[in-house]
């Protein structure tokens, strides 16, 4: 997960998930607000989205709970982008 910093001070979430087998484990609405000493946030404020994944909950298209990126928004969010040339030992 990828973290900026907001005027507050406090930080705001980002999360891609792109290309990825969703399993019927993961909920309809993936992503819940969370509260932190006494201080509700809501995840609608941090950038949660999804691209061209598939399995049982994945959707093709926007909604108010599982928003998606666009093809060309997309190409901003590559593994190379956050990896560089490092491929993980997944063995």
Wanted: no cysteine; glycine share 8%.
């Amino acid at each position: 997960m990828r973290t900026t910093a907001v005027a507050t001070g406090g930080a705001k979430g980002s999360l891609v998930i792109r290309e990825s087998s969703l399993p019927a484990a993961i909920k309809a609405a993936p992503y819940q607000d969370w509260t932190s000493g006494g201080t509700t946030y809501s995840w609608k404020d941090s950038f949660f989205r999804e691209y061209a994944n598939t399995g049982a909950v994945s959707v093709a298209s926007a909604t108010e709970n599982r928003p998606q990126l666009t093809a060309e928004e997309a190409a901003s969010y590559e593994k190379a982008d956050y990896l560089g040339d490092w491929t993980p030992d997944l063995g």
